[in-house]
Each structure stands twice: as C-alpha cells, then as structure tokens.
T-cell receptor, first 115, second 116 residues
C-alpha cells in the first residue's frame, strides 16, 4: 500500500530562519512521482514541485529547495530565510507509475512564520 | 483560461437536504477528481473520473455520487447531507497524454460546505 507521512503537524519559526518540512513515503512501485503543494491562508492549492523516482537530483528554486533520498524514502522541503508570506499548510503527495490515477496526500504541515 | 472552477464557493445545508457541487475545467483534461479536506486529515479522494462517462470510487465515497456527462464538467452530489459531510471540497484535473505520468493536478478554489 502507498502512504505519505508528514509527521510535523505544525512548525513555528521566526522570520529569516531556515526551516525543513519532512515527507516520508511508502510504496512498492519502482516508478513513482512525488509532489509538494502549498495551501496559503486563502485556501487554494498551489503546485510547487514534482519529482520522479529516477531523478534523485536535488532542486533549488530561489529560497526553496528539495532533497529527495530514495534510500530513506524521503522528499524533504527546505525554505531558506523564511518570510511571513511562507506561512501556509504544505502537502506532500505520492503517485504511482503511468496508468495510476490516484494521488496519496500526507496530512500536511502548517508552517507559521512570525515577524 | 480560467483553469478549474468550482460552484458554489460556500453553502450551508440542513441535515437531509441535497445539493450538487459543480466542477468545470477548460484545459481539456481527461482526468478529474473530487477531494474533501478536513482538519488534520489532509486531502482524501472521494471519487474520480478518467474520461467522459466514467467514474470510480476513491477512498471515502459513501454518501456521495458523481457524474461526468461532459468532459469539462464533473459533478459531486450529496443526496441526503449529514453533519459529517461538513468539509472543504476540492476538485482537480490533470492531463492524460504526453508525459502524462509526470503531470501534477490542477486544483479549483474549493467549496466550503457546512451541514447543520
């Protein structure tokens, strides 16, 4: 069975601190896809990144970076120099190989960045 | 290009009432999904559709019905609303062609439903 665990329910940091959001997944598929979404207080879901199981390169986009490690089944998300606008709920999601329709979401991590 | 839209944005129902939530997408996506979001439980899949005229059950389908009569629309129905169906409902869609397996879902803005 597939499963996504985001053990951190809520994290509070002070602005400019770095913060890492953890995502641990379980799957028996050799091909799979991982995603991160952001849900700001306004409520919409904003896509941040996707990663397939064959690409273990870390990715950096501005202040955001993602660390994918198959050995530990983790796909962690780091925000460097956090800002108040980063305050949101962040979801990690997993999908199986081509032909798989369902996405498995974690329960989300609420990040509060305090000024 | 409006993306994924949902109607209505908010609704309050009494127990036993029925209603239909409408999801529309203008991206010509084959796959569409309905999720509910509850505090501490993330997004849970209710029903999904892989094409016009097809639907399938997700993780929490009880108490809901769906229809996909047109490719661009995916309707979620509550026949007899219960307080346990108080939630935020999200619709999503995604492509099925090209590097399809690599594609993310596009989400609508959500519908906040309260059942009293």
């Amino acid at each position: 069975a597939q499963k996504v665990t985001q053990a951190q329910t809520e994290i509070s940091v002070v602005e400019k601190e770095d913060v890492t959001l953890d995502c641990v997944y379980e799957t028996r598929d050799t091909t799979y896809y991982l995603f991160w979404y952001k849900q700001p207080p306004s409520g919409e879901l904003v896509f941040l990144i996707r990663r397939n199981s064959f690409d273990e390169q870390n990715e950096i986009s501005g202040r955001y970076s993602w660390n994918f490690q198959k050995s530990t089944s983790s796909f962690n998300f780091t925000i460097t120099a956090s800002q108040v606008v980063d305050s949101a709920v962040y979801f990690c999601a997993l999908r199986g190989p081509s032909g798989t329709y369902k996405y498995i979401f974690g329960t989300g991590t609420r990040l509060k960045v305090l000024a | 290009n409006a993306g994924v839209t949902q109607t209505p944005k908010f609704r309050v129902l009494k127990t036993g009432q029925s209603m239909t939530l409408l999801c529309a997408q203008d991206m010509n996506h084959e796959y569409m999904y309905w999720y509910r979001q509850d505090p501490g439980m993330g997004l849970r899949l209710i029903h999904y559709s892989v094409g016009e005229g097809t639907t399938a059950k997700g993780e929490v389908p009880d108490g809901y019905n769906v229809s996909r009569l047109k490719k661009q629309n995916f309707l979620l129905g509550l026949e007899s609303a219960a307080p346990s169906q108080t939630s935020v409902y999200f619709c999503a869609s995604r492509e099925s062609v090209g590097p399809a397996a690599y594609n993310e879902q596009f989400f609508g803005p959500g519908t906040r439903l309260t059942v009293l």
